[in-house]
């Protein structure tokens, strides 16, 4: 069983900063992607950015340049490091997982993030 536990959300002004940590424990074998997902009020869960096993990286379009996604295999955590937050920012922020061998994709219960204006 895979548990994917994330912290560091919370409320912040716009421009201002804050670092998603995403921890995962229980029965790991490799994980061929992670990232992060986010799902504002009555909008559709969104793609932010993420890493594969190699190191690959992927954002969104409206967090380029301004968030970064990183990982510490040692530690089984994967980082997500906003800056210059806006209001549109403001969503619930999901951790996920992805296996290949078990075709199987978990996820964490989410954490909200509040940029104001």
């Known amino acids: 069983q895979v548990q994917l536990d994330e912290s560091g959300g919370g409320s912040v002004q716009a421009g201002g900063s804050l670092r998603l940590s995403c921890l995962a424990s229980g029965t790991i074998f490799g994980f061929n992607a992670r990232g992060w997902y986010r799902q504002a009020p009555g909008k559709q869960r969104e793609l932010v950015a993420s890493i594969s096993s190699g190191g690959t990286t992927n954002y969104a379009d409206s967090v380029k340049g301004r968030f970064t996604i990183s990982g510490d295999n040692a530690k089984n955590t994967v980082y997500l490091q906003m800056n210059s937050l806006k209001p549109e920012d403001t969503a619930v922020y999901y951790c996920?997982?992805?296996?290949?061998?078990?075709?199987?994709?978990?996820w964490g219960q989410g954490t909200q993030v509040t940029v104001s204006s």
């Open positions: 996920y997982a992805f296996s290949l061998n078990s075709n199987r994709v978990y």
